[in-house]
């Protein structure tokens, strides 16, 4: 079955970092151009970041200098580095595979900072 | 960055009608190499986003032909055929003709 699962998540105080990682199964992570979006509960989807085919990374104007995107091949996972976490950065952070569309979605890892 | 704007926000519907939402960018989101970069997406309460829409009208593998996409350039139309109750959620356009990849606000679609 091709499925992301995201994991990493949890509470920090500001300023503080967390790691989320983004496992795949069922497909290989190099073949795709791979996003992560984030939701604050009741809200909107946000565009974080994205890493592409050949390893070139792009950032929202929120996140950049404080996010950084990375791929494991050999461990077949997507990570989020997030550093200096601010209270705005709570949210609901999804892993997705852009395909037809982003045509797979993990079912996301909860950040909370405070 | 480029603005998606979707209207209507809220969207009550009777089972069995039809149900259309818009969403117009400020750039056209043909690209040079003729496909234009929108798709629309469903999140179900509880869930993860869906892919229904991409590349403006195409459907995504497994989506019910109830769903259809169409416009051109900056402005684009959702529509369901005949609404379902299991259709309830929150639609998003969103764009990838360039970064920072944006979304519209989305719109709450609620069975009358």
């Known amino acids: 079955e091709v499925q992301l699962v995201e994991s990493g998540g949890g509470l920090v105080q500001p300023g503080g970092s967390l790691r989320l990682s983004c496992a795949a199964s069922?497909?290989?992570?190099?073949?795709?151009?791979l996003h992560w979006v984030r939701q604050v509960p009741g809200k909107g989807l946000e565009w974080l970041s994205a890493i592409g085919i050949v390893g070139d990374t792009f950032y929202s104007g929120s996140v950049g200098g404080r996010f950084t995107i990375s791929r494991d091949d050999a461990k077949n996972s997507l990570y989020l580095q997030m550093n200096n976490l601010r209270v705005e950065d709570t949210a609901v952070y999804y892993c997705?595979?852009?395909?037809?569309?982003?045509?797979?979605w993990g079912k996301g890892t909860t950040v909370i900072v405070s | 960055d480029i603005v998606m704007t979707q209207s209507p926000l809220y969207l009550p519907v009777t089972p069995g009608e039809p149900a259309s939402i818009s969403c117009r960018s400020n750039k056209s989101l043909l690209h040079s190499d003729g496909n234009t970069f929108l798709d629309w997406y469903r999140q179900k309460p509880g869930q993860s986003p869906q892919v229904l829409i991409y590349?403006?009208?195409s459907r995504a593998s497994g989506v019910p032909d109830r769903f259809s996409g169409s416009g051109s350039g900056t402005d684009f139309t959702l529509k369901i055929s005949r609404v379902e109750a299991e259709d309830v959620g929150v639609y998003y356009c969103?764009?990838?003709?360039?970064?920072?990849?944006?979304f519209g606000q989305g719109t709450r679609l609620d069975i009358k």
């Open positions: 997705a595979r852009d395909s037809q569309g982003i045509d797979v």
């Open positions: 590349l403006a009208s």
């Open positions: 069922g497909f290989t992570l190099t073949n795709f151009d």
């Open positions: 969103m764009q990838a003709l360039e970064t920072p990849i944006t």
